[in-house]
């Protein structure tokens, strides 16, 4: 689920940004080329509800690295659109997922934005114990 969601992020962020703008979400040791996106997982949680339903968190933390010349005001029309752009996505399946807790904060002159997409999944066990079943009943009358 979590590279389902990151492929609807990436996709969302060549469509709200084009061409211009690389997006990475691994590691990059050498060579990493300004503008660019970094998709960044941070601390997925799962919580069991009722039944086979559980409710999942996944925070995401999208790093955004400007060009050489670009300063602060670059930074905050990108996180401008950020708002805008990642709070729906649409993932590979089709599935729209909506982001919430969206927030940034610019850390030795990278955006951070951080936004959360939360969803409810339901696991179904399936059983092979019973193989035969056999039923007795009486019929007073």
Do not use: W
């Not at 092979?128 to 039923?135: A, G, K, R, S």
């Amino acid at each position: 689920m979590v590279n389902n969601l990151i492929d609807g992020i990436s996709i969302k962020l060549y469509q709200v940004f084009g061409d211009g703008t690389r997006i990475y979400s691994e590691t990059v040791k050498q060579g990493l080329e300004e503008p660019c996106f970094f998709i960044a997982v941070l601390n997925p949680l799962q919580a069991k509800m009722i039944k086979g339903r559980y409710f999942r968190q996944h925070p995401f933390d999208v790093h955004y690295f400007p060009s050489k010349d670009g300063g602060n005001k670059e930074i905050q029309s990108v996180a401008s659109q950020l708002l805008d752009g990642l709070e729906y996505i649409t993932l590979t399946n089709g599935d729209l997922v909506r982001g919430t807790n969206m927030n940034y904060e610019v850390v030795d002159g990278v955006l951070h934005f951080f936004v959360q997409y939360n969803m409810y999944i339901e696991k179904i066990e399936v059983s092979d114990d019973m193989e035969t079943l056999t039923i007795e009943t009486d019929v007073e009358g």
